[in-house]
């Protein structure tokens, strides 16, 4: 059984930052992709940033420049430092975790709520 859970959400000020952290345990020999995804309000999942096991990065372009990825191996984590943030950045970050046979895992999410 694989688990992923997140943790790291919160309230926040526009301009401010958040720091979120995922990680994956269980019985996964190999972690060919992971990183974080959001839904908004009323929208569909979309990505946020994702870092492949060769270290390629996906990433929105709503987020270059304020969002940092950050994957570990050894520890089976993956960090996601929001800076800059927006209310627009508003809604449940998930973790995304992309295993053998191209089996999904996902964490229950958590919520970055930007606002005054």
């Known amino acids: 059984q694989v688990q992923v859970v997140e943790s790291g959400g919160g309230l926040v000020q526009p301009g401010g930052s958040l720091e979120l952290s995922c990680l994956v345990s269980g019985d996964i020999f190999t972690i060919y992709n992971m990183g974080w995804y959001r839904q908004a309000p009323g929208k569909q999942r979309e990505v946020v940033a994702t870092?492949?096991?060769?270290?390629?990065?996906v990433e929105d372009d709503s987020v270059k420049g304020r969002f940092t990825i950050s994957r570990d191996n050894a520890k089976r984590t993956v960090n996601l430092q929001m800076n800059n943030l927006k209310p627009e950045d508003t809604a449940v970050y998930f973790c995304?975790?992309?295993?053998?046979?191209?089996?999904?895992?996902w964490g229950r999410g958590t919520l970055v709520n930007v606002s005054r």
């Open positions: 995304y975790v992309l295993g053998p046979l191209g089996k999904q895992y």
């Open positions: 870092r492949d096991i060769s270290g390629n990065l």
